[in-house]
């Protein structure tokens, strides 16, 4: 009896720690490439951001990760504030440029990175839940009631 059951127990345990191996690699190497370096403080015109393949379009409070390329449209501005640096830092397109731990780096020879402010990474709120919404479109009652 007893071989059995000691039998069953050791197979069960390597299946175990295999598995909580291949979750803490699986969340460490996401983590890592997810590291949050700068948040959008305003965008006017069209911004795309290349993060980890997929390209979005950045709006106010979006969150900018280390590596991510930027690329302004004509006649765009973004301002963005970067943790480590702790300023405000204002695109002018048509540029290209990638956001790092370190900085900005432009492609181009263009100065189209400007400084001004100083700022901070947000600090972690003590409150849970909530909504975020954006572009809310406030309707009046009377508004409603008229429309039928």
């Known amino acids: 009896m007893q071989r059995q059951s000691s039998a069953k127990v050791i197979p069960t ?20 490439e997810a590291i949050e370096v700068a948040f959008v403080e305003n ?9 980890a393949a997929k390209p979005t379009l950045l709006d106010a409070l979006d969150v900018v990760t280390d590596g991510t390329r930027l690329d302004l449209q004509p006649n765009s501005e973004l301002r963005l ?13 048509p540029v290209r440029a990638s956001v790092s731990r370190d900085g ?6 263009k100065s189209a990175v400007t400084a001004a402010g100083s700022c901070a990474a947000p ?6 839940g909530g909504i975020v919404m ?15």
């Open 13 to 32: 345990g390597m299946l175990l720690s295999t598995l909580s191996v291949a979750l803490v690699s699986g969340s460490a190497s996401a983590a890592q």
């Open 43 to 51: 965008v006017s015109g069209r911004v795309v951001a290349l993060a």
């Open 81 to 93: 504030c970067h943790y480590q640096m702790r300023q405000y830092l204002t695109l002018r397109g």
């Open 104 to 109: 900005v780096v432009v492609e181009s020879n």
């Open 123 to 128: 600090p972690d709120s003590s409150f849970q």
């Open 134 to 148: 954006r572009a809310l479109k406030v309707i009046r009652v009377n508004d409603i009631q008229r429309q039928r």
